[in-house]
T-cell receptor
Framework: AQSVAQPEDQVNVAEGNPLTVKCTYS??????LFWYVQYPNRGLQFLLK??????LVKGSYGFEAEFNKSQTSFHLKKPSALVSDSALYFC?????????????FGKGTRLSVIA | ETGVTQTPRHLVMGMTNKKSLKCEQH?????MYWYKQSAKKPLELMFV???????ENNSVPSRFSPECPNSSHLFLHLHTLQPEDSALYLC???????????FGAGTRLSVL
């Protein structure tokens, strides 16, 4: 079975500083990896995904994520944080072989960007 | 706007009421999902439908009854709920089960 771990419940960063939100995964076979963001009273919004190819994936709003197979990680990054980036971030994984499986989400990491 | 619409946005119901949540997508997706999101808890996958057939039921109590009449519509029928069922209920759809999921804005449910 696949699983996702987001080890930090909360990440605080000053505006203008780089941010990282951590994610590690466990899956048999090749993973599809995703990041989503959730603003208050809204559904989850897709940010980016990794399927294959370049390990550095670029997504919406200046976010990027790096796939590291040896460390089974898919950390979300942004070079310069904005106050408007404050939200709840979810990492997700699905398994690609033996038929696609629904996404499994991590528990979420709350990002607070302080002006 | 994600293309997935949920109604109502807010719902307050008593424990003896019967109500239904509605989800609609016109993205041409084949898979639809119901999730429960409670404060301080991880996102819980409740049901998965693929081509109108239920493919997953994650030990959800029978007081929650899903219905998928066609690939564009998904309902969650509620009856005799408990206060602990109060949560944000999210609907999502995807082209295939392992694909990007697009979420609705959710229904905030309060059970009194």
């Amino acid at each position: 079975a696949q699983s996702v771990a987001q080890p930090e419940d909360q990440v605080n960063v000053a505006e203008g500083n780089p941010l990282t939100v951590k994610c590690t995964y466990s899956v048999s076979g090749n993973p599809y990896l995703f990041w989503y963001v959730q603003y208050p009273n809204r559904g989850l919004q897709f940010l980016l995904k990794y399927i294959t190819g370049d390990n550095l994936v670029k997504g919406s709003y200046g976010f990027e994520a790096e796939f590291n197979k040896s460390q089974t990680s898919f950390h979300l990054k942004k070079p310069s944080a904005l106050v408007s980036d404050s939200a709840l971030y979810f990492c997700a994984v699905s398994r690609t072989n033996s038929g696609n499986t629904p996404l499994v989400f991590g528990k979420g990491t709350r990002l607070s960007v302080i002006a | 706007e994600t293309g997935v619409t949920q109604t109502p946005r807010h719902l307050v119901m008593g424990m003896t009421n019967k109500k239904s949540l509605k989800c609609e997508q016109h993205l041409g997706h084949n898979a639809m999902y119901w999730y429960k999101q409670s404060a301080k808890k991880p996102l819980e996958l409740m049901f998965v439908y693929n081509f109108k057939e239920q493919t997953e039921n994650n030990s959800v109590p029978s007081r929650f009854s899903p219905e998928c009449p066609n690939s564009s519509h998904l309902f969650l029928h509620l009856h005799t709920l408990q206060p602990e069922d109060s949560a944000l209920y999210l609907c999502a759809s995807s082209l295939d089960r392992g694909d990007i999921q697009y979420f609705g804005a959710g229904t905030r449910l309060s059970v009194l």
